[in-house]
Structures are given as C-alpha cells and as structure tokens.
C-alpha cells in the first residue's frame, strides 16, 4: 500500500500529508564530501532523482535522527575512509525495518575495507553471508531491471561481485555475468529477515553512477530508482544437489550425510524418499548436513527452500544398508550357539 500511494504520488506530482508520516518524494543521497568521481556521480544522481519528482537532500555521511522521511536512500560512498560505521549500519537496519528502500554502493576488490562494511551490513540485516570476487566487466541485466527503460546487458568499468553459487546470501542478481557473478545484487521486501519490510540494493561499482557513464548505465540507474519505488520479491533460485557422502547408511538410520549443491539458503525441509529427515543443518548457502531416518533401498534425497524443491539426479541416491553385526555382537551370537549347543548335547547325554 505504501508503495503504491509512492508510485502515485511521484507520478502526479503530489505529496500526501499524514500526521507523523512523511509521503513527499523525498531522497536522501549520503557522500563523504570528496571531489572527482563521488562528487560527479553525487550530481548525475540528483539529475536522475530530481528528473523523477523526487526532492534530494545530499548530506555528508549518515544524518543523526529519524531517516524515516526518506522515501530512498543512496549511500554512493566508495572510498575505504567511508567505510559503513556500526552506528550506520544501526541508523540502516532501523530505516529498513520500517519499510525503507536503501542503495548502497560498493567497488572492486581494492576497496577491501568499504566492501566488507556492506558484507557486514547484509549480515546484520538478515540477508545472509555474501563472498565477493571479481566478475566479467559485461552482465546480463535481469528482470525487472530490464525496465521501463530497456536494457539487456551492461558493461561495468572495474567492478567486484557476489559470487552467487558460493555466497549470495538471500539476495537476487539485478546483473550477472556467464559465471554466476553479480555486480549489482537486490534483496527484496521479505528478504531481509531483520528488516523484512525493507528493500537493499548493493551495487559493486561507482563509474555506472558518473555522468559520462554508457547509455545502458545511465538506464540501469533509472531502473534501479523506478524499483526502488514499488519493489517486490524476486523468486529465489531453486535448491540444487551436486554431491552426498556417504551415499550409504543403515536401514535404522541416523547417519550424518553432507549435501554439497547451491542455493541451500532458507532450507524449510530435507527428504529421504517420501521420509522427512529428523534434522538437518545449512553450513552455508553451499553446504548442509542431515541426519537420515530410517529407511530401506535407494531414495533420492531432495531439499525445499522458499525458490522449491531440487529436481532428483543421479547424484543425489542414498542407499539403506542392512545392519552388520560388530564383533562383540557377533561373539555374543556364537556364543549363544554354542551354549545352546552344550545345553543339547547334555540333555541328549542324561537321556
């Protein structure tokens, strides 16, 4: 509702005035005062906004107080001196709690200190752990980044990204490359489990934001803001198994069973065949164990998160096995035996 009273307001060039609550198209672009590329990017950013109804307010780091006014928020910050401070990270997560939209930008790898400060920033917000290393310069743009201004791919200067199949935490590629590499990465309203009513967007280079930028920047810009306005929640990629171990197991269960795949994030449930496993945990969006109840023959084992259930493959077929006696179980048979043999043999004698 909120977002949809936004879309309007900004369309007709109104503001709706309600006692507390601010519903005036008002961003809120956070720099750290510096000359050259920030300061370009700061300007071309206005123009963005401004062109969209938007009043900005450019402010040198995060303002004290209340950030709820603010319909959007652009930390376009980059340098390793500006990295995100606990107190902002704090003054983020109380803004998206109560339904913000937030953008925060990152760079290559060179900016070690700034980048793990938005890693941090996922991490408290609920998003999941993200891994960052360095993609191809050209990504595909996926929907609903491919509008309302159209674009299909864009090519960074010197970004870094998420790697998506090793650490993406709950978010959604907005670009990647043909290697699962994401410069540009949105966590929508419900994905964020500190902030579920918020919506992230980390971008992990600054020379898509300058004025002298491509054309395809400039419209990935314009994307972003429009997304921003009235976003939703991306479908999550579905779960899949590349590998188990151990494939086998005892029909009684209880064997601990590591499941190596992707897109494990928010696991609601892990199957044996039709049987539920009685635990399981997600080491990381890439690992998980579980404990396997007991069954018979060869079940696939399938794991369900909130993007649904892996599809079966051959890699995924764990085998019950009967029970093999241990060797104090084994002499206690034979032993059995073999008092029950005497115990014949007396009877036969005293008869």
């Not at 064997?255 to 080491?283: C, H």
Request: with cysteine; glycine share 12%; hydrophobic share 45%.
């Amino acid at each position: 509702m909120r977002n949809s009273l936004r879309v309007l307001c900004v369309a007709l060039g109104l503001s709706l005035a309600v006692p507390g609550v601010s519903w005036a198209a008002n961003a809120l672009i956070v720099h750290d005062g510096t000359a050259g590329i920030e300061a370009d990017a700061l300007a071309n950013l206005t123009t963005h906004l401004t062109g969209k109804g938007f009043v900005v307010t450019p402010n040198v780091g995060v303002p004290g107080g209340s950030l709820a006014t603010f319909q959007q928020i652009w930390d376009i910050r980059f340098n390793n001196a500006a990295f995100l401070t606990p107190g902002d990270i704090t003054a983020y997560q109380t803004y998206l709690s109560g339904g913000g939209s937030l953008f925060v930008m990152g760079e290559n790898l060179g900016f070690a200190t700034r980048n793990n400060s938005i890693v941090a920033l996922v991490s408290a917000l609920g998003g999941g752990t993200i891994t960052l290393t360095t993609p191809a310069n050209t990504e595909i743009v996926r929907a609903p980044f491919t509008g309302p201004t159209p674009l299909a791919t864009i090519t960074y200067l010197a970004a870094s990204g998420v790697q998506l199949s090793s650490g993406s935490g709950n978010g959604t590629a907005i670009t990647k490359d043909v290697a699962n590499i994401a410069a540009a990465v949105v966590w929508g309203p419900g994905q964020l489990s500190a902030a579920p009513a918020g919506v992230l967007i980390a971008v992990f280079d600054v020379n898509f934001m300058q004025a002298g930028a491509s054309a395809d920047s400039q419209a990935l810009i314009d994307n972003l803001i429009s997304y921003l306005l009235a976003p939703f929640v991306s479908t999550p990629a579905l779960p899949t198994i590349t590998s188990i171990s151990p494939t086998t197991g005892p029909v009684t269960g209880g064997t601990t069973v590591s499941i190596t795949g992707n897109f494990f994030t928010g696991a609601t449930t892990v199957n044996f065949g039709a049987t539920l496993a009685p635990s399981f945990t997600v080491v990381t969006p890439t690992l998980m164990t579980a404990t396997s109840p007991a069954g018979t023959g060869t079940v696939d084992i399938t794991v369900t998160t909130p993007g649904g259930t892996s599809i079966t493959n051959p890699v995924d077929g764990f085998t019950y096995t009967a029970a093999v006696p241990t060797l104090p179980q084994a002499f206690a048979v034979l032993l059995a035996l073999g008092l029950a043999g005497i115990g014949y043999f007396r009877l036969r004698r005293q008869a």
